[in-house]
């Protein structure tokens, strides 16, 4: 690695320090407290919620991917305990900064009554209990991974507030505040990563193996699977925005397919290009799945 790649770092970290300096944000102040109750006077019953459920839905999925950060961050220090000083305190910065993000949905949702607080409860303490394992055997693979999940988690945000502004214009103000944090780190993760593809582009290899094998933090939730067609279908997000506002932007903005590269890495890079053309098949089909659906509707 050359000495601009420590500097490039440094520059990345030095500027995310600035930006976030104007958009701090406490969540007590964008909680609707007024519609707190106590439950032992007022149990929970179904159908006290504000919101769709699917879009509740949606929210409590955020919630239970954002608990899994005192994992991200062990599997973090770890990978980067002998990374530039820069990402080191990145990684710091990024969990105070991400640490009150499921704090502000899980209350939301406690506040306004969309869903069981007792399930959700027993399900959040399940989650973290499993655990997470951060996917990656370097800073360099973990940090391809957390680009892909920051601007995955952005979108998401973006596109879950577009659909719940109508039911509750609180909502839409915390999730957008939020995406507010996850485009600052995607920011920085992206730059990272571009800083060493252009030190040395046969790290392209590397972000080919990953970008078929990414899944969210939350993947090992329970009813994943169900929790994501639901995101898709009701929460304006899934396979189609997955590979049009997250994989292809970033693949463009690397300049993934732009870098001469040795034929080992070549070779790779066409593996990648084939599974762009099957996610490509399958989100026309998730579209027109929606279409149809829309037109029964």
């Not at 102040?29 to 006290?48: C, V």
């Not at 303490?125 to 800073?139: K, L």
């Not at 080992?264 to 149809?292: D, F």
């Amino acid at each position: 690695m050359t000495s601009g790649v420590p500097q490039a770092l440094d520059q990345l970290y030095h500027r995310h320090l600035t930006l976030t300096e104007h958009t701090d944000w406490a969540y007590h102040r964008l909680l609707p407290w007024d519609r707190g109750r106590d439950f032992g006077q007022a149990p929970w019953e179904p159908g006290q919620g504000t919101l769709p459920p699917d879009v509740a839905l949606a929210v409590e999925t955020a919630m239970l991917t954002e608990v899994n950060l005192p994992w991200f961050t062990a599997g973090l220090v770890r990978l980067m305990h002998n990374a530039p000083d820069a990402l080191r305190q990145f990684v710091h910065t990024w969990t105070a900064e991400e640490d009150r993000h499921a704090r502000v949905l899980e209350t939301y949702l406690v506040l306004s009554r969309n869903g069981d607080p007792d399930a959700r409860c027993r399900l959040v303490h399940g989650v973290v209990r499993e655990g997470w394992v951060v996917p990656g055997d370097s800073p360099f693979a973990v940090m391809v991974y957390t680009t892909l999940q920051e601007l995955a988690t952005r979108v998401f945000y973006l596109n879950l507030a577009q659909v719940a502004r109508e039911a509750d214009p609180v909502l839409d103000r915390i999730l957008k505040t939020i995406a507010k944090d996850e485009t600052l780190h995607f920011a920085f993760y992206r730059g990272a990563v571009g800083a060493y593809l252009d030190d040395d582009p046969e790290k392209i290899g590397t972000v080919c193996d990953i970008v078929p094998l990414f899944t969210m933090p939350g993947a090992g939730m329970p009813d994943f699977g169900h929790r994501m067609r639901s995101a898709s279908d009701h929460g304006g997000y899934g396979l189609p925005e997955f590979l049009r506002q997250v994989i292809r932007p970033l693949l463009r903005d690397w300049g993934l397919f732009d870098h001469q590269v040795s034929s080992a890495v070549e070779a790779r890079r066409q593996a990648l290009a084939e599974y762009l053309v099957r996610l490509e098949r399958a989100a026309g089909r998730v579209e027109a799945r929606r279409l149809s659906r829309a037109e029964r509707i």
